[in-house]
């Protein structure tokens, strides 16, 4: 049989394309509200995707930059939990920040939405470089200070997630015993950062361990991910660096003596989709035209931490202002490079960012752009994609009504859902305790 793709949506209600809200029939007025959410997810699901994927962070920076892309308006353990009664397929993948959460509430929380969906759940694992303010810090710790307390948080989440062995449950009435209260093992963890006792109090969660999903592309990303990630999303602008990526991060999974099939390398795409090529063009060139270049300008200062004020918009951000060191983060320095090496101008910049933040943007019909992906699945590049719609309801519907079926008919994507959990859809077994 064909190697397939497992592919899932960022879901970013305002659009993935910073701006794209002031399109008529965006439903921008109903943003932080259920309604269109559920629509989104369900229209993901009608398509047969993996899981809908909700991003996070814990402070208002961008918004308060005027930028509504990435904002933080869905909470996701209490947005995904809405979405787990409103679907009942499709996998529901959640941030959470280890930096700053306890293992034993992020523990309950998944488990819990893992209970409530019937196996569906999934945590992208991130460790925040924005946030510290609002938790009584200032600037964020190193990059190996919070990959060290993640890789603790985890540990300890899925000892939690273990805690209550798989034959525990008994409900036996005549008995009157519910609970096999000795399969129930204190973690006893006594680690550099964190204290847990255990056992979690809650059942087992259907898929044992919820679904783990990381997204770090340095090398501490690397390492960290490939220990325990589940899903790995990457921002791949270009084919030679995915295929590179790939490479290594599945040396890496090999490095941990994990199988690199159970682990699944999802770069992000924002493909803009027309019925015709000249209509895909037009809309881009729509979407563009809508980029407010005075707040994008200071998105840029923001994100990328420079002071671009006497900056024209023609002109070149100068090399020197840009840092070299690694720990400002992958995109930082895809960003970094289309400046300095590539030459963009601060416009292009601010209209590059605004696309596609340093992920594949594609322009044209769903027959190319099912070309472009399974070009970058057949070369060993990803296992599939996270898909970015560039603007909503209309742009995932587009992605969902013409995109995925190319590649279904193509035999490079599920006609229907084959399983109930998010690990059936990802082809991983249910691991046991
Ligand atoms: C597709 C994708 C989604 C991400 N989503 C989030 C998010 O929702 N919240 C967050 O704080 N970081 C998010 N990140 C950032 C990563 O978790 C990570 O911190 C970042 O890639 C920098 O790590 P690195 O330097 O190891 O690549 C995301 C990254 C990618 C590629």
Aim: charged share 25%; glycine share 10%; with cysteine.
């Amino acid at each position: 049989m064909k190697r397939r793709m497992a592919l899932t949506t960022f879901l970013l209600p305002a659009g993935y394309h910073r701006d794209s809200w002031r399109r008529p029939g965006s439903r921008a007025d109903e943003l932080a509200g259920l309604s269109l959410m559920a629509d989104l997810a369900r229209t993901a699901e009608r398509a047969k995707l993996d899981a809908v994927f909700l991003g996070d962070c814990v402070h208002a920076n961008s918004t308060m930059r005027g930028d509504i892309m990435m904002n933080g308006f869905y909470e996701p353990i209490s947005t995904l939990s809405a979405l787990a009664a409103l679907t009942s397929k499709i996998g529901l993948i959640g941030t959470m920040s280890t930096s700053f959460t306890e293992p034993y509430n992020a523990a309950r929380q998944f488990a819990g939405l893992d209970h409530m969906s019937g196996g569906r759940a999934g945590w992208n694992v991130v460790t925040s470089r924005d946030g510290f303010q609002n938790f009584g810090g200032s600037g964020a710790p190193d990059p190996e200070v919070r990959y060290d307390r993640a890789a603790e948080h985890v540990e300890v989440v899925q000892k939690l997630w273990d805690s209550w062995h798989d034959d525990a449950i008994l409900v036996d009435r005549e008995a009157g015993r519910w609970l096999d209260t000795d399969e129930l093992v204190p973690i006893n963890h006594s680690g550099e950062r964190f204290q847990v006792a255990g056992p979690i109090n809650m059942p087992r969660p259907p898929q044992g361990r919820p679904v783990l999903v990381q997204a770090g592309s340095s090398s501490s990303g690397i390492e960290f991910g490939s220990k325990i990630a589940d899903i790995i999303y990457t921002a791949q602008p270009r084919l030679e660096g995915a295929i590179d990526f790939y490479g290594r991060l599945k040396d890496a999974v090999r490095g941990h003596g994990r199988d690199p099939e159970t682990v699944t390398v999802l770069p992000g795409i924002v493909p803009v989709i027309g019925r015709t090529e000249a209509e895909a063009h037009e809309i881009a060139a729509d979407l563009s035209s809508m980029i407010d270049l005075d707040a994008g300008r200071r998105q840029v200062a923001g994100d990328l931490f420079l002071e671009i004020d006497d900056i024209d918009f023609d002109e070149h951000i100068p090399a020197e202002r840009f840092s070299e060191d690694p720990k400002m983060g992958t995109r930082y320095h895809i960003f970094r490079s289309k400046a300095v090496d590539q030459g963009l101008t601060l416009r292009e910049l601010i209209i590059d960012r605004a696309r596609s933040t340093g992920h594949m943007f594609f322009v044209g019909t769903a027959g190319q752009a099912a070309d472009r992906m399974i070009e970058w699945f057949d070369a060993g590049a990803c296992d599939g994609f996270n898909l970015n719609a560039p603007y909503n309801p209309d742009g995932l519907e587009l992605i969902c009504d013409l995109l995925v079926p190319e590649l279904q008919e193509r035999g490079y994507f599920r006609e229907d859902y084959e399983g109930d959990t998010l690990r059936d859809h990802l082809g991983l077994d249910r691991p046991s305790a």
